[in-house]
């Protein structure tokens, strides 16, 4: 009988057991394609965590009018954002890692650091299969959400538990719920913002556009809307802006139920209605620039803005690559690391004396009846 359980493609006896990081984005699809959007709002819109309605009522709906129409929509739109690399959410979620693999490395710890998509590739099961098979015995996750919210850290989580719930033998799980309030985050959106203001010029007002979600998940008791207000406040403070110079935002509505406000776009035409000249727009819960940033925000609400009588709009990207945000990032997974055997030998001869102990278990092993 075929078991439940699956292992690795084949266990070696005397391989080092390995430590990851694995950093959790949302996805994006493959192309900027009808084809491709179909696929990916598919997977996206079917998640309970996302689209918190019974199937039985939820997937006609899903699978008549708005696979239908919306794919050729969020497609066109895909397109203008669109690099010879790739998606942009994927192009520099990749150098995130990478760099961060770097620093980590350069700090002295010796574990492998990968990106998974929750929605689309690479998914979070190919990954965690790939890792498996360097004999994972350790695995941090790192949504990259850095205020909680269940529609996307939550569910980050639950895939990964769900793939490893298949496993004969899944490594110790540590998850990071978020970093709203990491003081190298706050600090790393400063940088970014004053480097901003260094090269654009000072707006008379800083909004911060967060991703919107419905409010009826702040009543359930989710915590998104508290973070997003803290990491504004604190990242306020830390620029030396007074009352009425900053305004948090919420973007990314979607459907007819009330979401978390004040809307974005709206707010922006009310305070372009009412004489505001200039306004610095940056989007703090997006640690990536992708779609909802370089499309809805520096392309549709900047429209906006200027259409409502406004004179300058400036986008402030997101922290992408930037030294300080990787920097963050290895602070952060640092302390979430501690405990665990992650440090590279000091010298060649802690090398020789681990080689010497892993084929010493390897011949007990094959001593025991294992198989070579």
């Not at 994006?28 to 990916?40: F, I, S, V």
């Not at 350069?106 to 965690?128: K, N, Q, T």
Request: charged share 25%.
């Amino acid at each position: 009988m075929k078991s439940l359980f699956t292992a690795a493609e084949r266990f070696v006896h005397g391989q080092p057991e390995r430590t990851a990081v694995l950093l959790v984005q949302l996805g994006t699809p493959a192309a900027p394609t009808a084809p491709a959007l179909r696929t990916y709002l598919r997977q996206f819109l079917s998640d309970p965590r996302v689209v918190e309605i019974p199937p039985i009522l939820w997937q006609p709906i899903l699978r008549g009018p708005i696979l239908a129409f919306r794919p050729a929509k969020s497609a066109a739109k895909y397109a203008t954002v669109w690099t010879e690399q790739g998606s942009p959410l994927r192009v520099n979620s990749e150098k995130q890692a990478t760099m961060l693999r770097g620093w980590l490395g350069e700090r002295g710890h010796d574990v492998d650091v990968a990106l998974a998509m929750r929605y689309g590739e690479p998914s979070i099961e190919s990954v965690l299969r790939q890792l498996r098979e360097r004999n994972l015995a350790r695995l941090l996750v790192l949504p990259m959400y850095p205020q909680y919210a269940g529609s996307t850290t939550a569910t980050a989580v639950d895939a990964v538990c769900a793939e490893l719930a298949r496993w004969r033998n899944p490594p110790e799980l540590r998850t990071i719920k978020h970093f709203h309030d990491d003081p190298a985050y706050i600090d790393a959106l400063a940088a970014s913002v004053r480097r901003h203001w260094e090269q654009e010029g000072r707006a008379d007002k800083l909004v911060m556009s967060f991703h919107g979600v419905p409010e009826r998940t702040l009543r359930l008791g989710d915590p998104y809307h508290c973070e997003c207000h803290k990491t504004g406040r604190l990242l306020a403070e830390r620029l030396g802006l007074t009352e009425g110079q900053w305004l948090v935002t919420f973007q990314s509505r979607f459907g007819k139920a009330k979401w978390l406000q004040p809307y974005t776009e709206p707010t922006l035409v009310e305070l372009a209605g009412k004489g505001l000249g200039s306004v610095d727009v940056m989007c703090p819960g997006f640690v990536a620039d992708c779609l909802e940033t370089l499309e809805e925000i520096a392309q549709e609400a900047r429209h906006a803005f200027m259409g409502a009588g406004g004179k300058e709009f400036r986008y402030v990207p997101c922290l992408n690559d930037a030294p300080g945000f990787i920097d963050a990032l290895a602070g952060l997974t640092e302390r979430h690391l501690a405990g665990w055997s992650t440090r590279r030998p000091p010298d060649a001869h802690a090398d020789d004396a681990q080689a010497e102990a892993l084929a010493l278990q390897k011949a007990r092993a094959l001593a025991l009846g294992a198989v070579a």
